[in-house]
């Protein structure tokens, strides 16, 4: 019953800890390429790297008569003892990576080595061809096709090419953040998305990053006992509502690690709320004695030897760079009146001055500490009185013609069976949704002409994403147009959106539509949600009292008026019976 597995088997179970889809094939390559010295890395794709991935580096290249064995499992040139393992200063070492690609999906691989010929060799389904003379350049070119070919179960989870291609751009975001002095480029279908020469960190975070990120950075320096730390933290306006733009590295290795971002995270606990994330990028160099990455043959997990020291210094060199924004908060501590301060009992006159309540005063002293205003109480018991014996309005909805706005936040208003508050951004987020909902199948959203079109930039996967989600927000009453590589220009808003804000709601909305996507139905009502939350009025947000009466008239005629789209309450309806109890009257 027990058999041993075929070479061919074992080859594509190894394979799929390795190569799980076109960017871990990326990864294996550029580590490759970095660990053999290049300075230029280009890597053009196709198709998301499901039909075509090829890289072509300037390093040190593959001599001829090793190129077959480059391509046997547990073949490497970066350890050759046990003891090299504990000392690991380059990113590749287990030997698994050329032979696990080799065996699911065809491979051709030309290379030169200094001062030698050129050599060529391809492999179909983990079998070696025979090595050919090819053109001497410097460097290694290696072309993947159809990966997966023969492993249908495994392409079968494949994303669309669209999701694969933004996995690509982040593994090579990763890298060019790692080694800003080498120079990437990465072309997919014909389209330049990524052009980078060797350059500081700091230009190259605006680079590979957005334009945005120009003077909005902090930078970090730290060095304490064997470690050191450096890179840039982003400042408050980098804040974003999904993870996905924290970079830690180590030894110039991307690693993930829970407890080294809860480090960051902790240094900048009292600024963010929850569910924000601050951008960041540290290099944290560490002895390669006291970290061992031979954990998982992806090479993302490390362990350290003294991890909770390293999380230490992490967290005080984080909270040294942020020193500039915490000194510019204010203190918000109550001061203190101290043990003499009592609130007066009583009016005391000063010379030339009368008392303005004193007129039909009748004050009787019954004590020295207190002073009875009789009129002034009986008046107020007469008030209280009268409300409670006032007629209640007829009608048992919203009394829009006694409408107020408390706090530039809440709409308030009297119905029959006691009061209704309504919270004026959740309110029209409901409007707003079902009205984006209504336009995907029907009309379009009302547009508004900007009298000076916006001109937006956006990072390489943002710029493909937004293309994904172009035809809904036109629905929604946006207008814009491509101007330029990954910039677009807008020339219109929803009417229902204020002007001047569009840039930071565009981008807001793709930020949270690859996040939230997976609590809705589908994308459509994640998107129509993402908009009504950031295009809806603001609590702060001042209303007249037509848009009072607007909004809740609005509302009402929604199919769900008394919960947004993220299932807060839009309405708390307070009976007289609870503000009697309240009161104490029942």
Same mark, same amino acid.
Request: hydrophobic share 40%.
């Given at each position: ?326 000194? %510019?908060? #204010? $203190?918000? =501590?109550?001061? *203190? +009146?101290?043990?003499?301060? @009592?609130?007066?009992? &009583? /009016?005391? !006159?000063?010379?030339?001055? %009368?008392? #303005? $309540?004193? =007129?039909?005063? *009748? +004050?009787?002293?019954?004590? @020295?500490?207190?002073? &009875? /205003?009789? !009129? ?211």
């Amino acid at each position: 019953m027990i058999k041993e597995l075929s070479e061919d088997l074992r080859s594509k179970i190894s394979a799929g800890e390795v190569v799980e889809r076109p960017a871990s094939v990326v990864k294996e390559l550029v580590e490759n390429s970095l660990d053999a010295g290049a300075t230029q890395i280009s890597i053009v794709v196709e198709k998301g790297g499901q039909q075509l991935i090829q890289l072509t580096d300037n390093g040190c290249g593959i001599p001829g008569d090793e190129l077959p064995i480059a391509f046997k499992r547990y073949s490497t040139s970066k350890i050759a003892t046990v003891d090299d393992l504990f000392t690991i200063d380059t990113l590749g070492f287990r030997g698994e990576a050329l032979a696990s690609i080799a065996s699911v999906s065809e491979i051709n691989v030309v290379s030169t080595s200094e001062n030698s010929d050129g050599f060529e060799m391809s492999i179909t389904n983990g079998e070696l061809g025979e090595v050919q003379p090819a053109p001497a350049v410097k460097g290694t070119s290696i072309t993947i096709r159809d990966l997966f070919y023969n492993t249908p179960a495994r392409k079968k989870f494949l994303k669309s090419p669209r999701m694969e291609f933004r996995k690509v751009v982040e593994m090579v975001r990763r890298f060019a953040l790692a080694y800003p002095d080498r120079a990437f480029k990465l072309i997919s279908d014909g389209r330049d998305i990524l052009n980078l020469q060797s350059e500081d960190l700091e230009s190259r975070i605006v680079h590979v990053m957005d334009p945005a990120y120009r003077d909005q950075l902090l930078p970090i320096n730290f060095t304490k006992s064997d470690y050191s730390l450096t890179g840039f933290l982003g400042n408050l306006n980098l804040v974003r509502t999904r993870p996905g733009e924290q970079y830690i590295f180590l030894n110039n290795r991307f690693i993930q690690n829970r407890l080294m971002n809860s480090g960051v995270y902790q240094a900048y606990r009292s600024l963010l709320n929850r569910g924000e994330y601050p951008f960041f990028a540290v290099n944290l160099f560490v002895p390669h004695d006291q970290v061992d990455v031979n954990v998982h043959p992806m090479k993302l997990e490390v362990r350290f030897k003294d991890e909770w020291r390293i999380y230490h210094v992490l967290k005080s060199a984080v909270e040294e760079a942020l020193n500039p924004i915490i000194n %510019t908060i #204010p $203190d918000f =501590e109550k001061p *203190d +009146l101290g043990a003499q301060f @009592d609130f007066p009992t &009583k /009016f005391i !006159p000063q010379e030339g001055q %009368t008392n #303005p $309540d004193q =007129e039909g005063l *009748d +004050l009787q002293s019954t004590t @020295d500490s207190a002073i &009875k /205003f009789q !009129p002034a109480v009986n008046r107020a018991k007469n008030y209280a009185s009268q409300l409670a014996t006032r007629p209640e309005p007829n009608s048992g909805k919203v009394d829009l013609e006694n409408i107020w706005q408390v706090h530039s936040k809440y709409i308030v208003s009297p119905i029959s069976s006691g009061l209704v508050i309504i919270d004026q951004h959740v309110a029209h987020e409901r409007i707003l949704f079902e009205e984006a909902m209504a336009a995907f199948d029907t009309n379009a959203m009302a547009a508004q002409t900007l009298l000076f079109p916006e001109v937006i930039e956006f990072s390489p996967d943002d710029f493909s994403t937004l293309l994904d989600v172009l035809p809904y927000l036109e629905k929604m009453g946006f207008r814009m147009k491509e101007f330029g590589e990954n910039t677009v220009m807008i020339e219109a808003i929803p009417s229902e959106m204020s002007w001047g804000n569009e840039k930071n709601i565009i981008r807001e909305m793709l930020d949270d539509y690859l996040e939230t996507q997976k609590k809705y139905a589908s994308f459509q009502e994640a998107l129509a949600a993402s908009f009504s939350c950031k295009a809806a009025v603001k609590a702060g947000d001042v209303l007249t009292l037509e848009e009072m009466r607007e909004l809740v008239n609005r509302l009402f005629g929604t199919k769900h008026p008394y919960y947004c789209p993220h299932g807060r309450p839009i309405i708390v309806q307070l009976s007289m019976d609870e503000l009697d109890r309240r009161f104490e009257r029942i």
